[in-house]
């Protein structure tokens, strides 16, 4: 079992920037990848980023390649998105997500055995 909590969600102007925080517990963290979806209202969840499980290596969607930055911290149990020149399209519930066994694509929400409960976050314009 793991357990996932995002932190860090709110509301900030177009052009700003968030931090987004999930903290892990349950299983060794440095053993799986994580991601993080976005969900809009009347939308599907759809793949922001991912990281694999040393941090060596991360994806990213065409719509946040060069704003967003994945990153983990193995020794604190936490994956964090750092979100710049954020857009109002960007206004969603992310969450983060984690994959304990790879088995095809980071870019799929099947991909993942575990999910947080999600933050919103809102951009105005």
């Known amino acids: 079992q793991v357990q996932l909590v995002e932190s860090g969600g709110g509301l900030v102007q177009a052009g700003g920037s968030l931090r987004l925080s999930c903290a892990a517990s349950?299983?060794?963290?440095?053993?799986?990848?994580m991601g993080w979806f976005r969900q809009a209202p009347g939308k599907e969840r759809e793949f922001v980023a991912a990281?694999?499980?040393?941090?060596?290596?991360?994806y990213y969607a065409d719509s946040v390649k060069g704003r967003f930055t994945i990153s983990r911290d193995n020794a604190k149990n936490t994956v964090y998105l750092q979100m710049n020149s954020l857009k109002p399209e960007d206004t969603a519930v992310y969450y983060c997500?984690?994959?304990?066994?790879?088995?095809?694509?980071?870019?799929?929400?099947?991909?993942?055995?575990?999910w947080g409960q999600g933050t919103q976050v809102t951009v105005s314009s």
């Open positions: 349950g299983r060794t963290f440095g053993s799986y990848a």
């Open positions: 990281i694999s499980w040393s941090g060596g290596s991360t």
């Open positions: 997500a984690a994959d304990i066994d790879y088995r095809s694509s980071y870019y799929y929400t099947d991909e993942y055995d575990y």
